[in-house]
């Protein structure tokens, strides 16, 4: 049982990273960013908030980050392991996570180049129903028919904060508040740095540092 925490930029990738590495070793993919769009879907009053936090690109109250990451780390299947993507967004955030006594095995810090995310986020298109990622403008991550899911032939959608406007605003948000993080897990010494790469090299690189665990 491993625990293991991806750290990127918007739209680098860690989602698609998280689901192939779920998918081999067996652990469980707990993306902040889906239990809140979740969320917003159920059209709660809270949604409300939720969504003009993303559309604006700010992060979402630790309060409510943290509630929703401490009820979904106690469903049953995260003991099997976890992959969290999108948590910790801030030192506070990580500050927290260590107060629950669960322990991290690997940070994976996936790094890249502003440019090639602003590529990603102009061709981002994700499932309506299973949340595949696909991008339009990218010969190998596209879906085999235009804007229909590959796995479930579901409707693919854009993204309320993927357009440039709101990618600059996340991206600052990313600057200024998640990359203290990095610091804090390199002091621990549990960081990993992968580097700028294609998905499937960013995935054998993971794969090589996690081997059989
Ligand atoms: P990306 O990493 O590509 O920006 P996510 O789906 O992980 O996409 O996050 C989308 C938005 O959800 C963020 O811009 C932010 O508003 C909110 N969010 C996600 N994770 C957190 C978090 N840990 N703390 C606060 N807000 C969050």
């Given at each position: 049982?491993?625990?293991?925490?991806?750290?990127?930029?918007?739209?680098?990738?860690?989602?698609?990273?998280?689901?192939?590495?779920?998918?081999?070793?067996?652990?469980?993919?707990?993306s902040i960013g889906?239990?809140?769009?979740?969320?917003?879907?159920?059209?709660?009053?809270?949604?409300?908030?939720?969504?003009?936090?993303?559309?604006?690109?700010?992060?979402?109250?630790?309060?409510?980050?943290?509630?929703?990451?401490?009820?979904?780390?106690?469903?049953?299947?995260?003991?099997?392991?976890?992959?969290?993507?999108?948590?910790?967004r801030n030192?506070?955030?990580?500050?927290?996570?260590?107060?629950?006594?669960?322990?991290?095995?690997?940070?994976?810090?996936?790094?890249?180049?502003?440019?090639?995310?602003?590529?990603?986020?102009?061709?981002?298109?994700?499932?309506?129903?299973?949340?595949?990622?696909?991008?339009?403008?990218?010969?190998?991550?596209?879906?085999?028919?235009?804007?229909?899911?590959?796995?479930?032939?579901?409707?693919?959608?854009?993204?309320?904060?993927?357009?440039?406007?709101?990618?600059?605003?996340?991206?600052?948000?990313?600057?200024?508040?998640?990359?203290?993080?990095?610091?804090?897990?390199?002091?621990?010494?549990?960081?990993?740095?992968?580097?700028?790469?294609?998905?499937?090299?960013?995935?054998?690189?993971?794969?090589?540092?996690?081997?059989?665990?």
């Open positions: 049982m491993k625990n293991i925490i991806l750290i990127a930029p918007p739209a680098a990738g860690k989602g698609t990273q998280a689901d192939m590495l779920c998918y081999k070793y067996n652990l469980v993919h707990i889906d239990l809140l769009r979740e969320e917003i879907k159920k059209g709660s009053e809270i949604g409300h908030y939720l969504e003009s936090q993303m559309k604006s690109g700010k992060l979402v109250k630790d309060k409510i980050i943290i509630d929703l990451l401490h009820n979904r780390l106690n469903e049953n299947d995260c003991k099997k392991g976890f992959i969290l993507d999108g948590f910790p030192l506070n955030q990580a500050e927290q996570l260590d107060k629950m006594n669960i322990k991290i095995d690997y940070v994976f810090y996936l790094d890249v180049e502003k440019e090639v995310l602003i590529n990603r986020i102009t061709g981002r298109v994700v499932c309506s129903s299973c949340g595949t990622v696909y991008n339009n403008l990218i010969e190998t991550l596209k879906s085999k028919q235009e804007n229909i899911c590959d796995k479930c032939n579901s409707e693919l959608i854009k993204r309320i904060d993927d357009n440039i406007e709101t990618f600059e605003n996340r991206y600052e948000t990313y600057i200024n508040e998640t990359q203290p993080i990095i610091d804090f897990y390199r002091n621990k010494g549990i960081l990993y740095d992968i580097k700028q790469l294609e998905k499937q090299e960013v995935f054998e690189e993971i794969v090589k540092i996690l081997g059989d665990i």
